[in-house]
């Protein structure tokens, strides 16, 4: 450790000058060192002010050379400080040429990255000794910070569209071979996925209901769906639900033995056939159960980034938003929610996959079609998410019909339950509409309406 603190941290002064130098040459190459640098990541004070007062003539439109430097220098009141006026001619010296202006900014980025690596890591080191902070909180931080240094240094560069267009055209090529309708992951229910296309990358999807809906069937029957007739790596993670019940779920939708018997026993030897079908469908299918009741959010992130990195996973499902705790849990319920939501939003991106969460309706919407003032506890899971759908039956309707009576006009009611709306209320990329689709109670299941109707 006292070896590592002794030595000085990575920069390279010549990488710094000539950047510089390439600035003054030719005032166009600030457009380039823009996508690279900012002021801080210059090791040096005297070339961190000199480029700070090259950006500052640019935002003024005036174009950097030597007179304008020093004179803006000057006017800062750092021109001494920097060296003075030789300093700054000597800066053009370093070069010939701004030709190589991208490769200096690069490698003058490079070793700012190196640097800020070594002081996250000394931060993290210090924490670590720190018995009043939690471990997973600093794991968190850690991960949290090591994504920021990578998400900030993304440069960004304008394509002209001749150099687009060949791999447009490669990718429609790829998609027409493929006969694919789809660009993302299929839910399963096409009328669904011809609204969105699929679950697209880096989206934030809410699936909302009241209780006993079926907002877990539906995520499981999607999961189900993706990881089993798509083969694409699936989460799911319950916070209300064990796995066990979760796998049982499963067998039932799969085998199409009634959930009752499967969880009494009372079912004959010859089901038995399709319950080992459907496990040897489940046994080769990458789905992912994690059931952990009381989950941190910390520990949710952690969790689905270990799974993307090591099983591939690609798409996640949490049941429910409303159950995961944040680490500060005096904070009001509202601003619990919405560092939740922002989180959840966050992670979609930062993996590059779709995250679906389940989310309760406030008690108002009980027997009203719900709409996104409906969602609880925060408007900001309306506000993060890309993705907003409801489910929703007309229960009320049916009760009024029947009367309230006997048990006879009770299952009377539940069958007719059965045809469920699916409202996609909200897509920031996309249109909103709705999708009818029909809910097997037997076998708690969902499936598109077309498909069971006599």
Do not use: C, W
């Not at 005297?46 to 004179?71: H, M, P, Q, R, S």
């Amino acid at each position: 450790m006292a070896a590592l603190k002794d030595k000085i941290p990575p920069h390279d002064d010549t990488a710094e000058q000539a950047t510089l130098g390439a600035l003054l040459l030719d005032a166009e190459a600030i457009a380039i060192a823009i996508q690279y640098l900012r002021p801080d990541d210059f090791y040096s004070n005297a070339n961190k002010a000199v480029y700070e007062a090259i950006l500052g003539l640019f935002n003024k439109g005036v174009k950097a050379d030597i007179l304008t430097i020093t004179g803006e220098l000057k006017q800062n009141g750092k021109l001494e400080e920097v060296g003075g006026a030789a300093y700054v001619a000597s800066l053009t010296n370093v070069v010939p040429t701004s030709a190589n202006a991208e490769y200096y900014a690069q490698t003058v980025q490079n070793y700012s990255l190196r640097r800020a690596m070594q002081r996250v890591s000394s931060e993290n080191i210090a924490q670590s000794f720190d018995e009043s902070l939690e471990p997973r909180a600093i794991l968190e931080e850690i991960q949290q910070k090591l994504f920021d240094l990578s998400d900030n240094r993304q440069a960004f560069k304008a394509k002209s569209v001749r150099e687009l267009l060949p791999n447009v055209i490669a990718a429609l090529e790829r998609v027409q071979a493929a006969k694919k309708e789809f660009t993302g992951i299929p839910s399963g229910f096409d009328e669904l996925d011809k609204l969105t296309s699929g679950f697209q990358p880096s989206e934030f999807i809410i699936i909302g209901a009241r209780p006993s809906m079926g907002k877990t069937a539906l995520a499981l029957s999607m999961a189900s769906h993706i990881s089993i007739q798509k083969h694409v790596p699936t989460a799911f993670f319950s916070l209300e639900m064990s796995d066990m019940s979760l796998m049982l779920r499963l067998i039932s939708s799969e085998a199409k033995i009634n959930s009752n018997k499967l969880r009494t026993g009372y079912f004959p030897n010859s089901d038995f056939i399709k319950i080992q079908e459907a496990a040897g469908r489940l046994y080769d299918a990458s789905l992912y159960l994690v059931d952990m009741p009381n989950m941190k959010l910390l520990d949710l992130r952690a969790h689905a980034r270990r799974l993307r990195a090591q099983q591939k996973v690609a798409i996640i499902f949490i049941d429910y938003l409303g159950l995961i705790n944040v680490e500060n849990s005096r904070i009001p319920r509202f601003e619990q929610i919405a560092e939740v939501s922002r989180s959840l939003k966050s992670l979609a991106r930062e993996l590059n996959i779709p995250i679906v969460a389940l989310s309760q309706l406030t008690r108002a919407a009980e027997g009203e079609k719900p709409n996104l003032s409906s969602l609880r506890d925060s408007g900001s899971i309306e506000q993060d998410a890309d993705v907003v759908m409801f489910l929703h039956r007309e229960r009320e309707y049916e009760k009024k019909k029947e009367g309230g009576g006997n048990s006879g006009a009770n299952n009377a009611g539940e069958k007719k339950e059965g045809t469920t709306s699916l409202i996609l209320a909200k897509q920031r990329n996309g249109p909103v509409g709705t999708v009818q689709l029909t809910f097997l109670s037997d076998y708690t299941k969902f499936t598109e309406l077309a498909k069971d109707r006599p």
